[in-house]
């Protein structure tokens, strides 16, 4: 290992910028003359628009424009899609209400876009936008995502019961079997709590149109700028897509809440042309609470079969997802192929069948949001085992290993082939890092102090890199989720690379450096990652779903590849050696067994000054370009212990202990990995103990500030303990995983696995703050003195 | 309508005098982000609670989103671009990237700007005290466990330079 290459904890290229304030995100950026929107947004959750007003609004002081729905209607601006057809187990096609960027005589949610006012100051925006006058036919609002099928009231005349589908995967008749010959059955019921993603950098955009060229340009904060560009081109009809420049600048976080297309952004950029200026949107917290699209919203019923001696002979699982009032970009793929997928958890089950029904409330749309149905999945599959464990009496670590898989590659019943793991490794790593065998005296020592002490496992698998392309096309995916790249080397053997993937914290200026530096023996400053900007980069698919590692690197190897077959023939020449002779070895070329060589950077030189070669057999120049496309998922995987220790008198719960063992495979920088895993158990201790999005029955959104929806802060959180196992992952090149949401994927059930067992019932629901673990340790208190 | 009335506000920031007439609600990190183009403090919310605002005024800790810059008048500002000595990053700077205390790189600023007025208040506090000083600052990226490392690593640098300073 060199001391920048992979496996070298290299210190972030990226952090000068950051640590000095001159990062430039999309509110930092300032277009001569730009003006500010402001949307106006339904109070209501459910109303039929009367009458809108906005003759005053156009009058007010500043405003150059007030634009609504009608008027991107009169430019054919189309309506906001999803890009993942499910059909539903009759085989009829998904229900997609219409989604206008601005409201069409309907809103259906509190924050759903009316109109938006353009103005030279953005408080002359908001100004303007009080002198709208709307009528509103208020309607009755479904809110809950379980009774959401059997309300009379209907969100879109194309679903009705609200229902976007009724899916289902596995083998019916095969589970009911598997019940039928059972011991014993485990049955839960959980609720999966509805989530806002959150990133520190609140959503923005700004729009710009150059009559000279005809083209617009939009700023945004995207995970996947080009998925944008196309979307809004070939989709939404902004303009076509040699006529739009998508910039995605530096991003501060995005948890999936970025990868999708908003009617902000849209309308931002079609209306530069209508007002003649640059456009500039950017959206505070509470608006950010109103339309980011929201995650996780699940309703669950579940069983798990067993024999006597404990291994699982079949699960089924129904469970109610809840999108929100429009199906956002991806959402309708979330809580099927990236959750029901993943109910066989790390464990060779025999039989599978779930069911999940898609349904609309007149609530925030719901997409991806870390782990986007695998910490759904999680959640399912652990929260059953453990509980099956302590129903059974059996030790929980003893029932997982009765029941993990061993043999790899391993077809699950849905779909999944899991290509490599040892499951076993990282749970005794972790039973050895949390120190399980003392867990006992902890929990007595506790006692003594008046404190409940539990632990709970949390033995996840995860899929990441969403993969092949022409699998996932036919599961419904509207698009192919390759990765490019393209490795520029210059003259004087500095190196550029575009790349499709986008960094909005993760580190990829580092990380995909350090794979260049070790593959090319060029010095790390040397080397700079191109990303985020669509005239810079051809195409590319962004970055979520933890793939920019597995897909994104993969795509720079072969490039390099290619790169260094070009380099060696120009090599030969320079040598005058024959080019089987030529070996690359730490940025240098040399003719096997003799002691010439030449230095990469005299290679690039000379490929541009063509002068040593005869160009009508090698052409000049050193820039190569690649694809890849995966020949599988990858499959993380790890084993998380949570101990856990609360006050029965306040309902306070205390993190006493986290330990985190992940399977990764390959790590291309620990220390970045690490960050990633530490911000992931924060989100998913956040889930656990206090994060949850919660509408009144009228649709008002009563979580809508940091004063309400608590975020895990500092003083919430412990150190955390972590450590890896490594099998290499088969189906890259560079035998990578991805690491980006196993600790949101892993965390909550290990959570509330160690809070059912300190309080000795099941019966405990997230987020378990302070006032609902009171009441559940109170009654238990009650039971106990009954008995 | 009448313009909106103006006043005129004087200031130190990063010692620079900076003078301009404003409206009257101009927040602190308006004037900064916008008046002086000093985009390195953020805005993460409108509830006072986030933290990504931070700034030093007359050196402490003030919360720029809930400041008016009028408020302001004749005090010395000190944001994230003036922390550093021309190339020479400030102790606390050089730990956050030491110890990967940062990824989106969006809280930072607010975060380091509270470090720094942790380690001049309290010295060289311990783990639990550094968690809870940091209440008023939200990260949604790192789970805060490296950005303890860093603080408690900056604050020891920062004792460190002190006593160099006291010695010499
Ligand atoms: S922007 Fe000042 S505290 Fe959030
Ligand atoms: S580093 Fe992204 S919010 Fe803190």
């Known amino acids: 290992m060199t001391k920048t290459g992979i496996g070298a904890s290299v210190k972030r290229k990226e952090d000068q910028r950051f640590i000095t304030g001159n990062g430039q995100y999309t509110d930092d950026v300032s277009r001569p003359g730009h003006v500010h929107a402001y949307f106006l947004r339904s109070p209501h959750a459910h109303a039929v ?38 059909h539903s187990k009759d085989g009829s096609a998904m229900k997609a209400g ?128 080009h998925v944008a560009r196309l979307v809004l081109s070939a989709f939404i009809g902004i303009a076509p897509e040699n006529k739009l420049r998508v910039i995605a600048p530096d991003v501060g976080g995005g948890f999936g809440s970025k990868i999708f297309i908003y009617a902000e952004e849209t309308v931002a950029v079609w209306a530069s042309k209508k007002v003649g200026r640059p456009v500039k949107w950017v959206s505070d917290r509470t608006e950010a609470f109103l339309s980011d699209a929201h995650g996780r919203d699940h309703v669950t019923h579940a069983e798990l079969a067993m024999d006597a001696k404990g291994k699982i002979l079949g699960l089924r699982v129904k ?85 993990f898989v061993r043999k790899f590659p391993h077809q699950t019943p849905v779909i999944m082939m899991y290509d490599a793991g040892d499951y076993r490794a990282s749970l005794d790593k972790a039973m050895e ?81 350090q794979l260049v530096s070790e593959r090319l023996g060029v010095p790390m400053e040397s080397i700079n990652i191109v990303h985020g900007d669509t005239d810079k980069v051809q195409f590319g698919m962004g970055t979520y779903g933890s793939r920019s590692g597995a897909v994104g690197m993969s795509a720079i190897v072969k490039a390099l590849d290619k790169v260094e077959a070009k380099a060696k023939k120009v090599a030969a020449h320079l040598l005058e050696a024959s080019e089987a002779d030529i070996d690359f070895k730490d940025g240098k070329f040399t003719v096997k067994g003799t002691d010439k060589s030449v230095a990469f950077a005299d290679v690039a030189l000379n490929a541009y000054v063509a002068h040593k070669f005869p160009t009508s057999e090698i052409e000049p120049g ?137 309080l000795g019932t099941e019966a405990v629901t997230m987020p378990a703050t302070p006032q609902a673990v009171w009441k559940v340790a109170q009654s238990q208190q009650k039971l106990a003195a009954a008995e | 309508m009448a313009q909106t009335p103006k006043i005129a506000v004087a200031m130190t920031v990063n010692g620079q005098d900076v003078s ?97 007025d942790i380690a001049q208040r309290l010295g060289t506090p311990d783990e639990h005290t550094i968690r809870e000083e940091l209440e008023g600052n939200i990260c949604r990226c790192t789970g805060y466990h490296n950005i303890v490392k860093a603080i408690d690593a900056g604050c020891q640098e920062m004792a460190k330079g002190q006593h160099r300073q006291a010695a010499e």
């Not at chain 1, 628009?49 to 009608?70: C, E, H, Q, S």
């Open chain 2, 20 to 116: 301009a007439r404003l409206e009257a609600r101009t927040l602190l990190v308006q004037y900064l982000r916008e008046g002086l183009r000093l985009t390195g403090t953020h805005v993460g919310c409108d509830t006072s609670q986030c933290g990504a605002c931070v700034v030093h005024v007359d050196g402490k800790a003030v919360k720029s989103c809930t400041i008016l810059a009028s408020q302001c008048e004749g005090a010395q500002v000190m944001t994230i671009e003036g922390l550093a000595h021309g190339d020479k990053l400030h102790p606390m700077q050089e730990a956050f990237r030491e110890h990967h205390g940062l990824q989106c790189g969006f809280c930072t600023p607010g975060m380091i700007m509270t470090a720094v």
């Open chain 1, 622 to 758: 050193l820039k190569e370009g690649a694809f890849y496309d995966p020949t599988n998922f990858t499959f993380p995987a790890g084993c998380h212990i949570c101990e856990v220790e609360i006050d029965p008198e306040t309902g306070v719960t205390e993190i006493a202990n986290y330990t985190a063992v992940d399977d990764f495979g390959v790590l291309i920088n620990p220390m970045i990995v690490e960050g990633q895993v530490h911000g992931g158990i924060a989100q998913g201790i956040g889930q656990a103990l206090t994060e949850g999005a919660v509408y009144d029955a009228s649709g008002q959104l009563l979580t809508a500030s940091y004063m309400d929806y608590c975020m895990p802060r500092a003083d919430n959180l412990p150190s955390f303990k972590l450590g890896f196992t490594e099998t290499r992952c088969p189906s890259n090149p560079l035998g990578i995983k991805g690491c980006g949401e196993a600790g949101a994927i892993a965390a909550p059930a290990a959570v509330m696995n160690a809070m059912t067992d300190a």
């Open chain 1, 98 to 225: 219409a989604h206008p960027a601005l409201a069409q005589g309907k809103v259906r949610y509190v924050g759903d876009h009316v109109a938006v006012v353009i103005a030279e100051t953005l408080a002359e925006a908001r100004d303007g936008a009080e002198k709208i006058i709307v009528d509103y036919e208020v309607l009755p609002a479904v809110i809950d995502t379980a009774g959401a099928q059997a309300a009379k009231t209907q969100l879109h005349d194309v679903a009705p019961r609200n229902t976007v589908f009724e899916w289902a995967i596995g083998d019916k008749a095969a589970t009911e079997a598997a019940f039928g010959a059972a011991h014993h059955v485990t049955k839960i019921d959980l609720v999966n709590n509805r989530l806002v993603p959150n990133a520190m950098e609140p959503r923005a955009a700004i729009g710009e149109y150059d009559p000279g060229q005809g083209a617009y340009t939009l700023w945004t904060t995207s995970q996947n700028p």
């Open chain 1, 433 to 513: 890092i949390a120190d399980v065998k003392g867990f006992g005296k902890r929990k007595r020592e506790a006692a003594r102090r008046g404190r409940l002490r539990g632990l709970g496992y949390s033995t996840y698998i995860e899929a990441c890199g969403i993969a092949p392309s022409q699998a996932v096309g036919s599961l419904g995916a509207g698009v192919g989720l390759w990765e490019s790249a393209e490795v520029r080397v210059n003259p004087t053997g500095s190196v550029e690379v575009l790349t499709g993937s986008h960094a909005h914290g993760q580190g990829h200026e580092t990380t995909f450096a």
């Open chain 1, 49 to 86: 628009i009367r009458r809108l007003d906005i003759a005053a609004a156009k009058g007010a002081p500043g405003v150059l424009g007030v634009f609504t729905g009608d008027d991107l209607a009169a430019d054919k601006i189309g309506g906001l899609i999803c890009g993942w057809m499910i």
């Open chain 1, 319 to 403: 469970t109610i997802a809840n999108l929100g009032a429009y199906l956002s970009t991806f959402s309708s793929s979330v809580p099927t192929y990236l959750y029901a997928t993943l109910l066989s958890g790390q464990y060779d089950i025999p039989a599978i069948y779930a069911e999940v029904d898609a349904v609309y409330t007149n609530t925030a749309p719901v997409d991806a949001y870390r782990g986007a149905g695998r910490p759904e999945a999680t959640f399912v599959v652990e929260r059953i085992i453990e509980t099956a464990a302590r129903q059974m009496g059996l030790d929980p670590a003893d029932l997982r290993k009765r029941n």
